[in-house]
């Protein structure tokens, strides 16, 4: 079964930066939608960001918007996501899930049928 597995959670002060990373146990989704979402302790799990297995094209979230930048490197199975200027309420576990197809169509969770073991950010005031 494929898996995936993230990295590169920590502890930072408030406008620091991280950058998670998360790989693919094999190339399987080299061509499929794969995203990030996050949940807050006591919060639904949210989407963060999107990249599509068709042409690359990423989309974010409002919260995030110009301050995360979603990535892929397909010959290395891998997706990655640059946050900058962390604020407390980014303080989350991350997720990565891959979804069916190419396209992706946005964060209902019911479209991702994979989802790596998660990797806990905190970003302190």
């Known amino acids: 079964q494929v898996q995936l597995v993230e990295s590169g959670g920590g502890s930072v002060q408030s406008g620091g930066s991280l950058r998670l990373s998360c790989v693919a146990s094999?190339?399987?989704?080299?061509?499929?939608?794969l995203g990030w979402f996050r949940q807050a302790p006591g919060k639904e799990r949210e989407g963060v960001a999107l990249?599509?297995?068709?042409?690359?094209?990423?989309a974010h979230a409002e919260s995030v918007r110009g301050r995360f930048t979603v990535s892929r490197d397909n010959a290395k199975n891998a997706i990655y996501l640059q946050m900058n200027n962390l604020k407390p309420e980014d303080t989350a576990t991350y997720y990565c899930?891959?979804?069916?197809?190419?396209?992706?169509?946005?964060?209902?969770?019911?479209?991702?049928?994979?989802w790596g073991p998660g990797t806990q950010v905190t970003v302190s005031s």
């Open positions: 899930a891959a979804g069916r197809y190419a396209y992706c169509s946005g964060y209902r969770m019911e479209l991702y049928d994979t």
């Open positions: 094999d190339n399987t989704f080299s061509r499929i939608c």
């Open positions: 990249i599509s297995g068709f042409d690359g094209s990423a």
